[in-house]
């Protein structure tokens, strides 16, 4: 199928918007269904184009009936007007990036089931030219300064996708020739796995510029290290980048720096300049206007890793030292970027449950919000012009583009993608809350009141830890939680130490030390919703994905209190997942080795405790999943099945660690009401749902 577009016409005349071809709304709105979770649209990554006359983003759609995703690129006047299709259906595309003359539109789509590859838009007319035919996936693309280049992120091809370039044009007679078995994978590294990608081997991604007048594609960086964020420099005759190259190994390390690489080299990056020296992460580098100094997000302990705050620090574009410029707000910074005339950065802030947009200085000095409120700040992007557009997601609205004038501080909703959906349903707002934990340390929350809810009356309560470890609950639409609140329970999204946007000692607080501090703090939640008259203690849940699952087996291996638990994704034997899953220099970081500091390993794991569990617990996981593996939930189950209790073990077949199928999504929805209306509420209805759903 083509990918049309509607380029002139498309920006310049109105159009439907993606919300009216949407069922229309009911006259009364209702609850909200599982099925409702293939209504919502997911729009992301604005990019406002260079004259800030238009906004480019993207729509996911998770279509149920085929069983997939689909994800096009729309685009929406600046100033507000309805917003149009820029890609075709049943074509998935995504990062549209506008050429900096503003003449193009670059994304990234596959076609035919074939690689992902970078196509050009003409924004004076007419339909999509691929620009790369590469054998392996473009992973990335940013434009060059003068719009006459790309920079792309390529990971060096297998041996079966060079085959498969060079044979493309034969028979398919000589095609069923191929062996049809694979080959063995052979391993020598010390990090060999990663979920969504597998076994890891020595191919590795690296920087390659494209020329669009010849085509002709040049590899500038290469070496046994995987390079990424590439960042051109504003006279287009350099590109700063991240990278571990730690000697001797990078794998053991989390030493990434920012590196500097002209981009007309032609000895594939022999010849670098190191920006950055810092033993922690440095990534996400963004060069000044004037090309003076490089700012970056950095984490400056290490050994905590993702415990540690990020900052924003910058550093002389040739290298020399550097300067933190937000370590005293004690926030995690991601996305920095120049304002256009240089004396700012802008930097996405993980703060008290939100995600908002703030500026620092240049030269350092005090953090201000640019963009702030109760809402979660995804993505945003700056014209020259100084104008924002930016993704924000609200707990009543699921994400849209909104846009903000670089003169004034007023903040405009631009799309309506998800207005049509909204206008069906019944939605609870969560409350931000504050309760005391067990040692008097204070901690935030977010709680869902039942759709139904009556003020003196007790509700079935679900407590849902989050993942992470070090992650949050933010203001943001959360389809399970309405889904919840809808069937009738109070909905609890603690925030316990661990937790991000609290400063780094909060984060800190867990390390080496799961199961303890985080489960008081989530245990005075549910305390607190039961003081509040809201909780019925009787009729209490608990369940959570990743650190959420792992959470969800600590909790009931210290208390009988809930009536039911789900443990997607945890862990349970530590010290089996060592060498199983992604994580080999996490666990040695906080752990040690397992054969060193054994005794902490098996503190830290729930198996051990597992004769103390008597709640039914159901466990799930996806069975491709090198994040946390199923391999947990196997445990789990295998062990409170031999102690005769109540138990179930439900693997979802070709799934990694975030789940894509929605037949798949739809079926975990639905098992979670089943058991918990089962066991929590006490229904009569079997707790697995019937094979026919």
């Known amino acids: 199928m083509k990918l049309s577009v509607y380029i002139t016409a498309a920006l310049l005349a109105a159009s439907l918007p993606l919300a009216a071809s949407a069922q229309k709304p009911p006259t009364e709105p209702r609850p909200v269904m599982v099925d409702d979770l293939f209504q919502v649209r997911e729009v992301s990554d604005p990019q406002l184009s260079p004259d800030a006359q238009f906004v480019a983003y993207t729509v996911k759609t998770l279509l149920l009936k085929e069983d997939k995703s689909e994800e096009r690129i729309w685009s929406v006047p600046a100033a507000g007007g309805d917003a149009v299709p820029m890609t075709a259906e049943s074509v998935s595309s995504s990062h549209p990036r506008w050429s900096p003359d503003g003449k193009y539109l670059a994304f990234l789509s596959a076609r ?10 003409n924004r004076s007319g007419g339909e999509a030219q691929r620009l790369t035919d590469t054998p392996q996936d473009v992973d990335n693309f940013v434009w060059s300064p003068n719009s006459a280049r790309l920079v792309v992120i390529l990971r060096d091809p297998s041996e079966e996708e060079l085959v498969a370039a060079k044979t493309k044009d034969k028979d398919a007679d000589d095609k069923d020739k191929k062996p049809k078995t694979k080959k063995p994978w052979v391993i020598d590294r010390l990090q060999f796995k990663l979920d969504e990608v597998g076994y890891l081997d ?20 290469s ?20 990278s571990n190259r730690s000697k001797p190994d990078p794998d053991r390390t989390y030493n990434t720096d920012i590196w500097v690489v002209a981009a007309n080299n032609t000895d594939k990056g022999a010849h670098l300049t190191q920006i950055t020296t810092n033993p922690g992460d440095d990534s996400a580098p963004a060069w000044s206007p004037d090309g003076q100094l490089i700012a970056y997000t950095t984490q400056l ?17 040739s290298g020399g030292p550097a300067r933190v410029l937000t370590q005293s707000f004690d926030r995690n910074a991601t996305n920095p970027r120049f304002s256009p005339d240089g004396g700012s950065i802008y930097f996405i802030a993980d703060d008290d449950g939100t995600q908002i947009l703030a500026r620092v200085p240049a030269t350092g000095g005090e953090v201000t919000r640019a963009i702030s409120g109760r809402f979660m700040l995804f993505a945003y992007s700056i014209a020259k012009n100084g104008d924002i557009a930016a993704q924000i997601d609200m707990p009543d609205r699921p994400s849209e583009i909104y846009s903000q004038p670089g003169s004034t501080n007023k903040l405009t909703r631009l799309t309506k993608t998800n207005d049509a959906f909204l206008a069906q349903v019944k939605l609870v707002q969560p409350e931000y ?49 309405q889904l919840l609140a809808a069937n009738g329970y109070a909905v609890l999204f603690p925030n316990p130490r661990g937790s991000s946007g609290y400063g780094e000692n909060y984060a800190k607080a867990i390390f080496a030390d799961w199961g303890n501090k985080d489960y008081q703090d989530d245990m005075a939640m549910a305390d607190f919703a039961i003081a509040q008259g809201i909780a019925d203690p009787d009729k209490l849940g608990v369940g959570g994905w990743s650190y959420g699952g792992i959470s969800t087996d600590f909790i009931i291996a210290q208390t009988t209190r809930f009536k039911a ?6 862990e349970a034997l530590n010290t089996s997942f060592y060498g199983h899953d992604q994580y080999q220099r996490d666990w040695e970081t906080e752990l040690g080795r397992p054969w060193e500091n054994h005794a902490l390993w098996d503190k830290l794991s729930p198996f ?11 466990f799930m996981g996806g069975e491709i999943d090198w994040n946390v593996p199923i391999l947990g939930g196997e445990q789990m189950y295998q062990a409170m099945k ?13 799934e990694y660690h975030e789940f894509k199928a929605p037949s798949h999504l739809k079926d975990r929805l639905e098992r979670y009401l089943a058991w918990y209306a089962h066991y929590v509420k006490g229904d009569s209805t079997p707790p697995t749902p019937p094979p026919s759903h």
């Open 642 to 654: 031999s102690l005769g209790r109540e138990t179930e073990l439900v693997v979802y077949p070709g």
């Open 608 to 618: 051990y405790k597992v004769a103390n569990i008597a709640t039914p617990t159901l």
């Open 112 to 121: 035919n089931e074939g690689k992902v590859q970078v196509w050009l838009l």
């Open 202 to 221: 020595r191919r590795r991604t690296h920087l390659y510029v494209l020329d669009l007048a010849t085509k002709a594609l040049t590899q500038i960086t």
């Open 223 to 242: 070496g046994d290290y995987d390079d990424a964020q590439p960042a051109w420099s504003p006279d287009g005759r350099l590109i700063a980048f991240a």
């Open 301 to 317: 302990d290490p050994h905590l890793f993702q415990y540690a705050t990020h900052h924003v620090a910058v550093s002389p574009s």
């Open 565 to 570: 638990a789900i443990s997607g994704a945890g």
């Open 433 to 481: 809350v504050q309760f005391k934990s067990k040692d008097g340390t204070t901690v935030h929350g977010y709680l869902h009141k039942p759709l139904d809810y009556t003020p003196g009356k007790k509700y079935p309560t679900i407590l849902r830890p989050h993942g992470g470890p070090v992650w949050a609950y933010y203001a943001e639409f959360t389809h399970l939680a």
